[in-house]
């Protein structure tokens, strides 16, 4: 299924600023030849390495679109389906109109036209409190967020990082559903720092990239 439009991040874009314009070149046509045509790019170098950390979340935004037209195409078939039923419903809703009115006015001449309304106390109610439903972030709102915490391209990396680790667990923190991803972007970044995987860790974002174009 070919695709006419990709979703573009200005974190790509900022990370992909510091490079020199050839190598720019290169990750920008490997971007949207992979996500438009889904080819593989030929890459080597600093080239691969950004490539590498920006490739889950192309996949991620693929996986959304093949899902969107799925449920366009459910959608459609279910109101060429519903129609007939609504048809026949009216006709039922009809049906019952006209028996509940001969019922009832019946009734109300057994009656005399009078009914008791049975008293509802207050105690009987309960409040009904909205449950808000949660919404994944978009990797530019985890960057952001990230960013207050760590140097810009250590916020772009983690966050490709978080976004492809709870999509592919289905954002869940331990076996229950997230509640707050911004609270689970924050333990990230603590055990990030606490755990370094027993790699040197880099401190400026210019010691990042030079290291990043040796790798």
Known sequence: MKRDSVIFYRSFFESIQTLDLE????VYNAIFNYSLNHLEPDLTGVSL?????????LDAN?????NGNKQKNKRNRSETEAKPNQK????????????????????NENIGLTSSVPEIHPSNYKPV?????????EID???QVM?????DFTAMAQAILFMNYYESNGWKVGKNKMQNWKAAAAGWITRMKQYDNGKQKLGTSA???EALRNW
């Open 88 to 107: 026949k419903s009216k006709r039922q809703a009809n049906a019952n109109v006209n028996a509940n009115v001969n019922v009832n006015v019946n009734d």
């Open 147 to 151: 960013s207050e915490k760590l140097d």
């Open 207 to 209: 010691a990042r990239m």
């Open 129 to 137: 409190l909205e449950k808000k439903n949660f919404a994944p972030p």
């Open 23 to 26: 190598i720019q070149a290169e």
């Open 141 to 143: 709102d985890v960057v």
């Open 49 to 57: 390495g950004l490539f590498i950390l920006i490739k889950p979340q």
């Open 62 to 66: 693929h996986q959304r679109f093949i």
